[in-house]
């Protein structure tokens, strides 16, 4: 070591406020590091990370006093990059430089014991300064980002993730699982708390995104695996089987209607409401309006399987299924054979925004709801019976005679004259926290349901003011832009508020429902009959959200949404770096949060891959090949994939990609012959600070 | 005071209660609550800061300002009328100048006072009171006369009692009024 290069350390321990000076006498550590070697200063300010905290450190270096620098203060965690700085602004290499955490690690939680706080405050800046003699100066790294960004799911809040990418000249792949875009939003009737319709406010969103030159539009697709890191996601997504030839259909819909009786099924645009075809259009509005065949449901009319011969009538012609004869471009044909399994695409973007979105808990869980009556409905049915794309058309009438309803419209549409005879409801009843704030379901509420349960009694109170319209609440949660006055414009149009959760409800032998209540407010059991029961069933994580976080390597809450990063600071950003999420996967949330949130995650998105490359921390494992004895255990150890076994003359031996390797150190710490380094924690280096420590603690005893 | 649960049973049927404002009345109660007064009637959230300060709620009374207005909101009538909380009201005035959304339960209870009227459902004491309104010009009749001879005063106070202009004035407004119409006092 040259004299040029013998470490002179600067120790600066910073007060905090009274955060550290509350519990650590400062003063006398300061004079305690003074004598520690190497040290050639010491000194103490009240705040180390503001502005002349900073230039403290910074005179030292720039006077050449110092060359190696010692915070004593909080967290690396925040603070670790502020100082790195400082040393750079001055002149050193920042890796000249440590820090002891006296605050989070000594003074808060010692608190009430002072001398002994100070004691450990001596020992964490002896370490620091053991460690900083033998740091060594290290260079940052950058990786080449590419731009490319995967959006995964195509909801509202997919949707505005992908267009303001976009816009901003990002290339976006929008992967949606369903045949069509839209979301729940698409189901809903109109949007509170303005009473837009929803289908206005959104289908022009759908078009202008899949018609986007920067958007490659990929649905009833999912994610099958996901490799690599940020700046490099090596992304694998199964198309699914259509049955339908995408690039001949034009989404008439002849096919919809020739479908037989025996091959339909629950309807899931109209939540179950009505029964649709085994081929069918997700809606009518769908983006793009393709047809899908659900192979489930399918019955094979014409007793042929794609790809198999047809049977021939007596005069040889061919036997076709019904869709198969009614679609006038072909798209339906079953003579060519189709994967079942579709098809596997590799994708290679730098970073993926996860907007997947939520589902709405089943009432069947709801015993106490009397969930076998049909005229019990969660409140997205609801919105589907309201709505004029819904089953009745938006015609108001008990869910039990939808039925009814659907063969007078049949009889319309022939020609014939017939009159409904479905029973108009006279008494709507809400039930609020149904699955949320439930100890035996989900504990969180799902934030939108008082709202929704008040947009919906106010659209139809307005429409039929007749109807008698009561809300059960535990209590009213408003808390929005303009939410409060929305609920105010519903009591005073007379929808009754029960205060308190109903309890149970009965079906009555002719499809009406005892309601059974308590009401805080009258301190009385109440009840009544009611002709229709909305269930504000839970929002709840898809089924399959833990699967894809896994794939991501992102991480799920005890509800099951996905996890921020941090709650307030980093709400859209994930634990791997490169993956944001946004809306109702992320947890329970409106349309303006949802969208609010996805245009964050683009935006972070954008910041993050905008200049092309990123700085990287040289804090990572290298492979001394001479001492490697190939036996892989950090191979299986890696938890990012960052370890291979080459052949290097003609032996096994370690490799590690740089760009893979995130520092954790597992590595180095299981090394049987020491080969691997942790730059900027080598054995050296901790080694110090440990004896350093334990020497401390000899010498007491 | 009355039992103030009397009329109401135990468990509140909300069917019933608006069946029966449906079929036997020509207006929902709210909207004659409004009518009478309490104009601002359907703002009330409930939020219960108007019961906090209630001299009634607080001697315990069972249909105090909150709770009246909470049962006019699901339709509750017939329940109440034989409740005394509206005629013990004191007029303090204390909840409407509480009150968050400007309801005026004050006036909720005055207009209720007037809906009670209508249905004969008033206590005698009240009826005593306008009878006396009527003949003397003070709900709250004064007694004792012989100790104002004895102190030199005159029988009758210096009041619209003893002015027989302003009597007859008092009677004939009195007669233009809802009370004749209802026929609760002679008014010859």
């Given at each position: 070591?040259?004299?040029?290069?013998?470490?002179?350390?600067?120790?600066?321990?910073?007060?905090?406020?009274?955060?550290?000076?509350?519990?650590?006498?400062?003063?006398?550590?300061?004079?305690?590091?003074?004598?520690?070697?190497?040290?050639?200063?010491?000194?103490?300010?009240?705040?180390?990370?503001?502005?002349?905290?900073?230039?403290?450190?910074?005179?030292?270096?720039?006077?050449?006093?110092?060359?190696?620098?010692?915070?004593?203060?909080?967290?690396?965690?925040?603070?670790?990059?502020?100082?790195?700085?400082?040393?750079?602004?001055?002149?050193?290499?920042?890796?000249?430089?440590?820090?002891?955490?006296?605050?989070?690690?000594?003074?808060?939680?010692?608190?009430?014991?002072?001398?002994?706080?100070?004691?450990?405050?001596?020992?964490?800046?002896?370490?620091?300064?053991?460690?900083?003699?033998?740091?060594?100066?290290?260079?940052?790294?950058?990786?080449?980002?590419?731009?490319?960004?995967?959006?995964?799911?195509?909801?509202?809040?997919?949707?505005?993730?992908?267009?303001?990418?976009?816009?901003?000249?990002?290339?976006?792949?929008?992967?949606?699982?369903?045949?069509?875009?839209?979301?729940?939003?698409?189901?809903?009737?109109?949007?509170?708390?303005?009473?837009?319709?929803?289908?206005?406010?959104?289908?022009?969103?759908?078009?202008?995104?899949?018609?986007?030159?920067?958007?490659?539009?990929?649905?009833?697709?999912?994610?099958?695996?996901?490799?690599?890191?940020?700046?490099?996601?090596?992304?694998?997504?199964?198309?699914?089987?259509?049955?339908?030839?995408?690039?001949?259909?034009?989404?008439?819909?002849?096919?919809?209607?020739?479908?037989?009786?025996?091959?339909?099924?629950?309807?899931?645009?109209?939540?179950?409401?009505?029964?649709?075809?085994?081929?069918?259009?997700?809606?009518?509005?769908?983006?793009?309006?393709?047809?899908?065949?659900?192979?489930?449901?399918?019955?094979?009319?014409?007793?042929?399987?794609?790809?198999?011969?047809?049977?021939?009538?007596?005069?040889?012609?061919?036997?076709?299924?019904?869709?198969?004869?009614?679609?006038?471009?072909?798209?339906?044909?079953?003579?060519?054979?189709?994967?079942?399994?579709?098809?596997?695409?590799?994708?290679?973007?730098?970073?993926?925004?996860?907007?997947?979105?939520?589902?709405?808990?089943?009432?069947?869980?709801?015993?106490?709801?009397?969930?076998?009556?049909?005229?019990?409905?969660?409140?997205?049915?609801?919105?589907?019976?309201?709505?004029?794309?819904?089953?009745?058309?938006?015609?108001?009438?008990?869910?039990?005679?939808?039925?009814?309803?659907?063969?007078?419209?049949?009889?319309?549409?022939?020609?014939?004259?017939?009159?409904?005879?479905?029973?108009?409801?006279?008494?709507?009843?809400?039930?609020?926290?149904?699955?949320?704030?439930?100890?035996?379901?989900?504990?969180?509420?799902?934030?939108?349901?008082?709202?929704?349960?008040?947009?919906?009694?106010?659209?139809?109170?307005?429409?039929?003011?007749?109807?008698?319209?009561?809300?059960?609440?535990?209590?009213?949660?408003?808390?929005?832009?303009?939410?409060?006055?929305?609920?105010?414009?519903?009591?005073?149009?007379?929808?009754?508020?029960?205060?308190?959760?109903?309890?149970?409800?009965?079906?009555?032998?002719?499809?009406?429902?005892?309601?059974?209540?308590?009401?805080?407010?009258?301190?009385?059991?109440?009840?009544?009959?009611?002709?229709?029961?909305?269930?504000?069933?839970?929002?709840?994580?898809?089924?399959?959200?833990?699967?894809?976080?896994?794939?991501?390597?992102?991480?799920?809450?005890?509800?099951?949404?996905?996890?921020?990063?941090?709650?307030?600071?980093?709400?859209?950003?994930?634990?791997?770096?490169?993956?944001?999420?946004?809306?109702?996967?992320?947890?329970?949330?409106?349309?303006?949060?949802?969208?609010?949130?996805?245009?964050?995650?683009?935006?972070?998105?954008?910041?993050?891959?905008?200049?092309?490359?990123?700085?990287?921390?040289?804090?990572?494992?290298?492979?001394?090949?001479?001492?490697?004895?190939?036996?892989?255990?950090?191979?299986?150890?890696?938890?990012?994939?960052?370890?291979?076994?080459?052949?290097?003359?003609?032996?096994?031996?370690?490799?590690?990609?740089?760009?893979?390797?995130?520092?954790?150190?597992?590595?180095?710490?299981?090394?049987?012959?020491?080969?691997?380094?942790?730059?900027?924690?080598?054995?050296?280096?901790?080694?110090?600070?440990?004896?350093?420590i334990a020497a401390k603690k000899v010498v007491e005893v | 005071m009355e039992l103030a649960e009397e009329g109401v049973p135990p468990v509140i049927n909300?069917?019933?209660?608006?069946?029966?404002?449906?079929?036997?009345?020509?207006?929902?109660?709210?909207?004659?609550?409004?009518?009478?007064?309490?104009?601002?009637?359907?703002?009330?959230?409930?939020?219960?800061?108007?019961?906090?300060?209630?001299?009634?709620?607080?001697?315990?009374?069972?249909?105090?300002?909150?709770?009246?207005?909470?049962?006019?909101?699901?339709?509750?009538?017939?329940?109440?009328?034989?409740?005394?909380?509206?005629?013990?009201?004191?007029?303090?005035?204390?909840?409407?100048?509480?009150?968050?959304?400007?309801?005026?339960?004050?006036?909720?209870?005055?207009?209720?006072?007037?809906?009670?009227?209508?249905?004969?459902?008033?206590?005698?004491?009240?009826?005593?009171?306008?009878?006396?309104?009527?003949?003397?010009?003070?709900?709250?009749?004064?007694?004792?006369?012989?100790?104002?001879?004895?102190?030199?005063?005159?029988?009758?106070?210096?009041?619209?009692?003893?002015?027989?202009?302003?009597?007859?004035?008092?009677?004939?407004?009195?007669?233009?009024?809802?009370?004749?119409?209802?026929?609760?006092?002679?008014?010859?």
């Amino acid at each position: 070591m040259t004299a040029e290069n013998k470490p002179r350390i600067g120790v600066y321990i910073c007060h905090c406020g009274e955060n550290i000076a509350g519990a650590v006498n400062v003063e006398e550590v300061r004079k305690f590091a003074e004598k520690l070697p190497d040290v050639v200063v010491a000194r103490d300010y009240l705040f180390m990370c503001s502005d002349p905290g900073q230039e403290i450190i910074k005179e030292d270096i720039r006077k050449g006093l110092v060359n190696r620098v010692v915070v004593a203060a909080c967290t690396p965690r925040t603070h670790e990059p502020i100082f790195r700085k400082a040393c750079e602004d001055a002149g050193l290499n920042k890796y000249y430089f440590e820090m002891a955490n006296i605050r989070d690690q000594c003074s808060w939680a010692h608190w009430h014991e002072k001398e002994k706080a100070t004691e450990k405050a001596k020992l964490l800046v002896a370490a620091a300064v053991a460690k900083a003699r033998l740091l060594e100066p290290l260079e940052d790294r950058y990786i080449e980002l590419n731009k490319d960004v995967m959006v995964l799911g195509g909801g509202i809040a997919g949707i505005f993730a992908a267009l303001d990418l976009a816009n901003a000249g990002f290339k976006v792949y929008l992967v949606e699982k369903l045949p069509s875009i839209g979301g729940n939003m698409a189901k809903l009737d109109k949007t509170f708390p303005t009473n837009d319709c929803s289908a206005c406010i959104l289908t022009p969103l759908m078009v202008e995104v899949a018609n986007h030159p920067n958007v490659e539009l990929i649905t009833y697709a999912e994610v099958e695996s996901v490799d690599g890191t940020v700046g490099n996601f090596k992304v694998k997504v199964r198309k699914k089987q259509t049955y339908v030839d995408w690039n001949k259909c034009t989404g008439c819909g002849a096919c919809l209607n020739v479908c037989p009786p025996k091959a339909r099924v629950p309807d899931e645009y109209n939540e179950g409401l009505n029964m649709r075809g085994a081929i069918y259009i997700a809606f009518p509005q769908a983006v793009p309006k393709k047809a899908v065949i659900d192979p489930d449901a399918c019955i094979r009319c014409s007793g042929r399987w794609f790809g198999e011969e047809p049977r021939k009538t007596k005069d040889g012609k061919p036997i076709l299924a019904p869709c198969e004869k009614v679609c006038p471009t072909g798209a339906c044909s079953r003579d060519e054979p189709r994967d079942p399994n579709g098809e596997l695409i590799e994708l290679n973007v730098g970073s993926i925004v996860v907007a997947t979105g939520y589902r709405v808990m089943d009432k069947k869980h709801f015993k106490e709801y009397a969930p076998d009556s049909p005229n019990v409905i969660t409140a997205l049915q609801m919105e589907r019976l309201i709505s004029a794309t819904g089953p009745t058309e938006g015609k108001l009438i008990v869910p039990s005679d939808i039925p009814k309803y659907l063969e007078w419209k049949k009889k319309i549409e022939k020609g014939k004259e017939a009159e409904l005879e479905a029973r108009k409801p006279h008494v709507i009843t809400f039930v609020s926290c149904v699955g949320s704030r439930d100890e035996r379901y989900h504990t969180y509420c799902s934030k939108v349901c008082c709202m929704y349960m008040l947009k919906q009694a106010m659209l139809l109170k307005e429409k039929y003011p007749d109807l008698e319209i009561y809300i059960s609440f535990i209590d009213v949660r408003t808390p929005g832009k303009d939410f409060d006055e929305y609920y105010m414009r519903c009591r005073k149009l007379g929808i009754k508020i029960i205060k308190g959760k109903i309890g149970g409800v009965q079906r009555l032998p002719d499809e009406r429902l005892l309601v059974k209540g308590y009401d805080a407010e009258l301190g009385k059991p109440v009840e009544l009959i009611s002709d229709i029961v909305v269930l504000a069933t839970a929002m709840e994580p898809n089924m399959d959200l833990k699967e894809l976080a896994r794939k991501l390597g992102i991480s799920v809450g005890a509800e099951g949404f996905l996890k921020e990063r941090h709650t307030k600071l980093y709400p859209v950003d994930t634990m791997t770096e490169g993956i944001f999420i946004c809306g109702c996967a992320q947890g329970p949330k409106d349309i303006p949060d949802s969208v609010a949130q996805a245009k964050a995650a683009a935006a972070s998105a954008m910041s993050l891959l905008a200049p092309g490359k990123m700085k990287v921390e040289p804090l990572i494992s290298e492979v001394d090949q001479e001492k490697c004895i190939g036996c892989g255990i950090c191979e299986n150890l890696c938890p990012y994939g960052a370890i291979t076994l080459v052949e290097v003359n003609g032996a096994r031996k370690s490799k590690i990609n740089e760009t893979l390797c995130k520092g954790c150190g597992v590595c180095a710490a299981a090394c049987p012959s020491k080969a691997i380094t942790l730059h900027g924690f080598t054995y050296e280096q901790v080694l110090a600070q440990i004896r350093t420590i334990a020497a401390k603690k000899v010498v007491e005893v | 005071m009355e039992l103030a649960e009397e009329g109401v049973p135990p468990v509140i049927n909300l069917t019933e209660v608006a069946e029966r404002e449906k079929e036997e009345f020509e207006e929902k109660v709210s909207k004659l609550i409004i009518e009478f007064g309490a104009e601002n009637l359907m703002a009330c959230m409930q939020c219960g800061a108007c019961a906090s300060i209630c001299p009634l709620a607080r001697t315990g009374f069972e249909w105090y300002n909150k709770k009246l207005i909470k049962a006019i909101l699901v339709g509750m009538r017939e329940e109440l009328l034989d409740d005394m909380t509206p005629w013990a009201c004191v007029a303090c005035n204390r909840c409407t100048e509480i009150c968050p959304r400007n309801v005026t339960p004050f006036e909720v209870m005055l207009a209720m006072r007037r809906l009670m009227v209508e249905d004969f459902a008033l206590p005698t004491l009240t009826i005593e009171g306008l009878r006396s309104l009527y003949e003397h010009g003070h709900a709250v009749y004064m007694t004792g006369r012989e100790a104002r001879k004895k102190v030199g005063l005159p029988e009758k106070p210096p009041t619209t009692d003893s002015d027989e202009k302003a009597l007859q004035e008092l009677k004939t407004i009195l007669k233009n009024t809802k009370l004749a119409e209802l026929g609760l006092i002679p008014m010859g």
